[in-house]
């Protein structure tokens, strides 16, 4: 399978097409993140919003039409980075094969819990998997928020040929060059990290408050928008420091070398921007304003992974230095031109259909609220 990697060099100034690319897998993490957010986010609080089994039930309902949608836009991204930079793929899901599993496990918490808590009208047993959506909701924010500020900060990667662990022959003849491997287990945690790992998962639950207030009627609905209160302002203020301290210190690094200098300044202006839209969304939730504080976080989410898009050009966070010259980048990741070509038509048929299906499932199917008189014995 992997003879059929078409892995090139090409020119060190990246093609429009790798840079279309680039920002078309931004585009994808950033709908994860939005849609797949407020999902967590719900997950999260089922055991702590929901005084009772009806209104956890409720909770779920709303969930119950879009979290295995949701998390489509994970495999869609991660397809997409298989197929335009299968040198980041390949390195990515490789090097970091244990938080991804952490992410994984998680999902498959989720994904059972939700088939088989209904399947038993046990206290004990609605309980056990109210928490196992818990768990499996939390996992995935806390392990993507650590793993996307240590691509700010830059991931070190070294030449396959420098691990005595790996067969350099092996990926000498799979790749045609040498594989390159992240080494980072032991310095995954650190302050900034931690710091990026609490914002994903403080946002994503004020995000999911939001959602609840939006989606629900009643006593749900007024316990939604009192933990969006405290949940909100936490997430500002974690947002804040980690956009001043990621910008400060690692945006322009030796770590990423060519970095465009207009992209610093989209980098403080996104960043900035995504701070304002999360306090925006606190200040409206306190107003009973829950359509405007469920857009405010969307635009900070969204606004943050175009911030971290933003380092990852054209690196694609990578501490890559290796005798003083970047051993992966855009462009030496890149799949050949004719494969990004193909990709970009089929990409521009078929991304605007899934996008009006996904607002027409949204806006139009599914926008009632719900309350516990929705819900049957």
Same mark, same amino acid.
């Given at each position: ?6 892995? $090139? ?10 840079? $279309? ?256 839209? $999360? ?50 980048? $855009? ?47």
């Amino acid at each position: 399978m992997l003879n059929m990697l078409e892995i $090139i060099v090409p020119a060190a100034t990246p093609s429009i097409f790798q840079v $279309i690319w680039l920002i078309l897998v931004a585009v994808l993490w950033a709908g994860f993140f939005f849609f797949e957010g407020f999902d967590f986010g719900v997950g999260m609080l089922v055991p702590f919003l929901g005084k009772s089994d009806e209104q956890r039930r409720v909770m779920i309902n709303a969930l119950g039409p879009h979290w295995d949608g949701n998390e489509v836009w994970l495999l869609t991204a991660g397809g997409a980075m298989f197929a335009a930079f299968p040198a980041w793929y390949a390195t990515l899901f490789s090097g970091l094969y244990l938080p991804l599993l952490l992410v994984l496990l998680g999902l498959i918490l989720r994904g059972v819990a939700f088939e088989y808590r209904s399947k038993n009208e046990g206290k004990l047993w609605r309980t056990v998997f109210d928490w196992m959506i818990a768990v499996g909701s939390f996992l995935p924010p806390l392990v993507f928020g650590v793993g996307f500020a240590n691509f700010v900060k830059g991931v070190p990667v070294v030449p396959c040929s420098a691990h005595a662990s790996i067969d350099f022959a092996a990926c000498e003849t799979a790749f045609g060059d040498p594989l390159l491997v992240p080494r980072i287990f032991w310095e995954v945690f650190d302050a900034f990290t931690l710091v990026g790992g609490l914002l994903f998962v403080c946002l994503f639950v004020a995000h999911g408050s939001f959602f609840i207030a939006l989606k629900t009627r009643g006593e749900i609905k007024d316990r939604a928008q009192k933990f969006g209160n405290i949940l909100g302002i936490v997430a500002f203020i974690l947002a804040a420091v980690f956009v001043v301290w990621a910008n400060l210190v690692y945006f322009g690094a030796e770590a990423t070398p060519g970095q465009l200098p207009l992209l610093g300044i989209l980098a403080w202006i996104t960043g900035a921007l995504a701070v304002v839209g $999360i306090g925006f969304a606190w200040f409206m939730n306190s107003k009973n304003r829950d359509g405007w504080a469920f857009i405010g976080t969307t635009l900070g989410t969204v606004l943050l992974t175009v911030m971290f898009f933003c380092f990852f050009y054209p690196g694609l966070g990578f501490a890559n230095i290796v005798d003083g010259a970047a051993t992966m980048d $855009i462009t030496t990741a890149s799949s050949s031109q004719h494969t990004l070509v193909l990709m970009t038509i089929a990409a521009g048929v078929l991304v605007p259909i899934v996008l009006a299906y996904t607002a027409w499932s949204y806006f139009f199917v599914f926008r009632r609220r719900l309350s516990v008189e929705n819900i049957p014995a």
